[in-house]
C-alpha cells in the first residue's frame, strides 16, 4: 500500500508570496492533518480535513488554510508568506476517528523557505 | 492550552543501555498516549501507543508505562541500538476530539557505538 505522498519536497519562496503544499493520503484514508516543524516550536497543528469538512483547527493565523477533495487529497495554502513562515510541512492521514482512527501517517513533508 | 512536557531534551546512551524518555500532559481528558520516531529527513511514525485501561505495553525492545494518576507516560528502550538515534515525540490525544495531537517538544537521542 503506497504511503502519504507531499509535493513538492522542497521549495523557496520569497516574502510576500503564496504557496500551495500537496498530499495525497493512504487509500481509504478519510482523515488528512496538517503540521508545521520548526526547530524553535516543534511540531504544530495547523488544521484536520475529515471527508471534505475541516473539522479542527489550530492556532494559526487566517493566511493558512486548507482544502480536501472528495478523493480524500489535500491542499494548504499560506498566503502573504513571511520569513517565520520557513518549515518543514507534514501532512498526515488517518483513517478516521475515534478508536480506529488512532495512528497518523506521515508524509515526508514539504519543506518550505521563505527568502 | 493544552500542554505537554518531554524530558529530558536529549539523551545520549552506549549501545545497549535503556534510554527513559518521559512524558507529562495537563488535559485529563486524554486517552490515546502514543510515542512517534522521526529520523532526519523523514516525517514521524508511530513507534508505540497505549490506552489508559492498562499501565504497561510492550511491543520488542520498546516499552510504555502508564500513570494516569501523575498523569505521564514514558518511553524505555530496551538494549539500544545506533539504529534507534532519532527524535522521539510523545503525542497524547482526546479521542472524540478528531485527529488533534498534541506533539511534545521532541527528546533528541543518540545511541554511541
Known amino acids: 500500500k503506497a504511503g502519504v505522498t507531499q509535493t513538492p519536497r522542497y521549495l523557496i519562496k520569497t516574502r510576500g508570496q503564496q504557496v500551495t503544499l500537496s498530499c495525497s493520503p493512504i487509500s481509504g484514508h478519510r482523515s488528512v492533518s496538517w503540521y508545521q516543524q520548526t526547530p524553535g516550536q516543534g511540531l504544530q497543528f495547523l488544521f484536520e480535513y475529515f471527508s471534505e469538512t475541516q473539522r479542527n483547527k489550530g492556532n494559526f493565523p487566517g493566511r493558512f488554510s486548507g482544502r480536501q477533495f472528495s478523493n480524500s487529497r489535500s491542499e494548504m495554502n499560506v498566503s502573504t508568506l513571511e520569513l517565520g513562515d520557513s518549515a518543514l510541512y507534514l501532512c498526515?492521514?488517518?483513517?478516521?476517528?475515534?478508536?480506529?482512527?488512532?495512528?497518523?501517517?506521515f508524509g515526508e513533508g514539504s519543506r518550505l523557505t521563505v527568502l | 492550552q493544552q500542554q505537554v512536557k518531554q524530558s529530558p531534551q536529549s539523551l545520549i546512551v552506549q549501545k545497549g543501555g535503556i534510554p527513559i524518555i518521559n512524558c507529562a500532559y495537563e488535559?485529563?481528558?486524554?486517552?490515546?498516549f502514543p510515542w512517534y520516531q522521526q529520523f532526519p529527513g523523514k516525517g514521524p511514525a508511530l513507534l508505540i501507543a497505549i490506552r489508559p485501561d492498562v499501565s504497561e505495553k510492550k511491543e520488542g525492545r520498546f516499552t510504555i508505562s502508564f500513570n494516569k494518576s501523575a498523569k505521564q507516560f514514558s518511553l524505555h528502550i530496551m538494549d539500544s541500538q545506533p539504529g534507534d538515534s532519532a527524535t522521539y515525540f510523545c503525542?497524547?490525544?482526546?479521542?472524540?476530539?478528531?485527529?488533534?495531537?498534541?506533539f511534545g517538544p521532541g527528546t533528541r537521542l543518540s545511541v554511541l557505538p
Open positions: 498526515a492521514s488517518s483513517p478516521g476517528s475515534g478508536p480506529i482512527g488512532g495512528e497518523l501517517f
Open positions: 503525542a497524547p490525544r482526546q479521542d472524540n476530539y478528531g485527529q488533534n495531537f498534541v
Open positions: 488535559n485529563t481528558a486524554f486517552d490515546y
